[in-house]
């Protein structure tokens, strides 16, 4: 199998009547083919011989003119060459450059072991007439757990009462399955009642006629019996406001950051509140928080639920402290869609205890529905370092390559008109036997070309060609001799240092 060579074209290159002057130009040329294969017959006497494979007097083949070169052959028969426009090249890397470095700032050096801390305070009062409570008045310290402002905070907004509770016996509830009886042996004393609120005494009571009984227990009586109300106790605490402070710290950077807007007014805290028209308000309206979460508030208030509110920062410290700011998200935690479900909505119970004027210990008992707010803050900084600059350059250029190759594979190989973008990016240079043939029968237009241009004066730019001719050291010096008229001697050295076999 013989083995080819192939010249890249940045254009449909004629060397019969074109010739590239390296500005982008093709001008017309009266140099035979004769004359141009002997040109390039040149350039790969000067290859074999050890040389770069061109010929820089020959303005057709790789010298000055720009006309691109012959390069070795390739073990896969044709040999692709690099690409030599910088315009395209550009506009390659533009998309990609401009996605690393704009977009994702891959310049710059970035911290996200962030140090923060939050702290908590809500403000609001309501009042309240119940038959268990009474006439009521209620403020941050009765409906704030805990009451120490951590970042995680819970507000009341319904409640199941038992007052007035003692430790004494009593028959326990019957909602209790583990409680119900027949008889007393049903009941062993001593043991706690599962899921229930004592330990039974070993009675079973039976209320009125009926054939099943509860098991006695001693506990705190009256035990709980009541449902929760269809309507939140504390509704009002809808118009509630919460003032979040968050201290933040990148540490590799030594910056630090709050979410307070740096002001000397010191109304300013007293009277905004965090909207679209005063983002950077760190006090939020309860009811607003929970709207952002697409719930209502008053739902959620009769049996409970789980608000997020994430605080994200995002600092570019290339760029003023001024314009690092927090940005506020908000969303809603438990399992929204399963309001019927056993587990929706979110409760505990808590007790305040006093004792009478006969020093009996007694307590009122909770049940607390309520919203918990939970506070999270993510973030990191970047800042300009050389090192991931270098780094995220050197990457971006090799992918190039890779995607170049990658589209040069699709289009010769996979769609349907791939011999159209071959033949534009390749062109096949036959094996050297017909190179040889073409050569020798044009020797005779080739010596009386070159004796005329041995006879011209050398052209002011040194290169010593003319425009119509191809005058090559190698292949013109024997005509310079007297030796015009044997066309062997090129292909006889063709004949000896011809490398490829057919």
Known sequence: MSRVLAVHHYGPVNSRRQRWDGRGLFHKEQQPLASGVACHLCCLQDWLSGGRGSCDSCPGTGGKGGAPSLTPPHPGGLRKLPEGSNEADAHLLAPPCSWVFLVKKCYQDTDTSLQSSIITKVKGVTFTNTSELGERLWDV????????????????TNLVVTPNQRQETCAESESIPDALCYEDSDCPP??????????????????????????????????????RPAKPLLGEAEDFTVYIKNFIRFPKFNFSKTNVLDTTDRAFLKSCKFGPKDPYCPIFRLGSVVSWTGSSFQEIAVQGGVIGIQIEWDCDLDRAPSECYPRYYFNRLDNRFSENSLSSGYNFRFAKYYRDAAGVELRTLFKAYGIRFDVMVNGKAGKFNIIPTVINMGSGVALMGVGSFFCDLVLIYFIKKSHFYRDKKYEEVRDLEVLARMAESSQQSVAPDAARLAEQPEVQDGVGAQENGCVCRQLLQPARSGHQGNGKVNVEQLQNLQTVEA
């Open 141 to 156: 310290a009765d409906y704030v757990i805990p009451p120490q402002g951590e970042n995680v905070f819970f507000v009341i």
């Open 190 to 227: 001593g043991e706690p009642v599962v899921a229930g609120n004592g330990v039974r005494t070993g009675r079973c009571l039976w209320a009125g006629s009926e054939q099943k009984g509860t098991c006695e227990i001693f506990a705190w009586c009256p035990v709980e019996t009541k449902s």
